[in-house]
Nanobody
Framework: QVQLVESGGGLVQPGGSLRLSCATS????????IGWFRQAPGKEREAVSCFNHNEGVTYYADSVKGRFTMSRDNAENTVYLQMNSLKPDDTAVYYCAADLTMGRNTVIAGSSAPPPLYWGQGTQVTVSS
């Protein structure tokens, strides 16, 4: 079992920034790939970004490339999603998730791919003036 706890969501104006955090365990970081997903009302789940251990590569959805950055602090067992230049279309509930393997296909397939094994409870991000 891998526990994931998101925080950092909120209300921000267009063009603003937020940093989401996903606290997990040492075991989770060492044995699973971690990704960020989002789902807006009436829309399908979207894979925002994910990190593949074997490749050592972080993948991003085209919709956030250049604006969002995923990082991790191994000492704190925490994964972050720095979101800059936010747009109203970024409004959604953001989840971090863990699976044995995530990668390029994860961000391409989106909701067509099987959902990851473990999920956090989600944090709301609202971009509005």
């Amino acid at each position: 079992q891998v526990q994931l706890v998101e925080s950092g969501g909120g209300l921000v104006q267009p063009g603003g920034s937020l940093r989401l955090s996903c606290a997990t365990s040492r075991f989770g970081l060492d044995h699973y790939d971690i990704g960020w997903f989002r789902q807006a009302p009436g829309k399908e789940r979207e894979a925002v970004s994910c990190f593949n251990h074997n490749e050592g590569v972080t993948y991003y959805a085209d919709s956030v490339k250049g604006r969002f950055t995923m990082s991790r602090d191994n000492a704190e067992n925490t994964v972050y999603l720095q979101m800059n230049s936010l747009k109203p279309d970024d409004t959604a509930v953001y989840y971090c998730a863990a699976d044995l393997t995530m990668g390029r296909n994860t961000v391409i397939a989106g909701s067509s791919a099987p959902p990851p094994l473990y999920w956090g409870q989600g944090t709301q991000v609202t971009v509005s003036s």
